[in-house]
Structures are given as structure tokens and as C-alpha cells.
């Protein structure tokens, strides 16, 4: 996993428009936590990461941007050697 490239925003769109196989421009802004537990599960396979959140981070987990930010976190955390 080591060199994998940081998820952006589009690529986020991207994992959840496959939930509900909609288009990307489509995917709202707010996240459910369905969506949330959905995109969590997608990204761990993508990117061969398990992403270990307590209820107060997957609660603070609230529109696209901060899951972008979450993501982006966990590689790093990864590459780091630590879990997010």
C-alpha cells in the first residue's frame, strides 16, 4: 500500500455513487451513517486498510469532506506505520 495515492474528494463521490449506483455528481454533501459504514467497508478493500473508528469519530463523520479527510488521515496513518 505504500506509494498508494491519498483519496480526494472525487475519488470519495466516486466510492459512493457505486452505493445506490447512482451518478457521482448525485452523491449529497451530508453522509448517513449506512453510507458512511458503506464507504468505511469500500475504502478498507480498495486500499488494504482497516480503519478502526470509536462512535465519536464515526459520529463527527458528517459530509464528504470529512470523510475525505478520514481517509486521507487513515493512508497516512498507514504509511506512518500507525492506525488511525
Known sequence: MTGAALPDRAEVRAMLAAFGQR???TVPEDLGSLELTWLIAEFEQRYDI?????DDRFGAVRTVDDATELLRAAVLAERAGARP
Do not use: K, Y
Not at 482497516?50 to 470509536?54: E, F, G, R, W
Open 23 to 25: 451518478a457521482a455528481d
Open 50 to 54: 482497516q480503519v478502526d473508528l470509536d
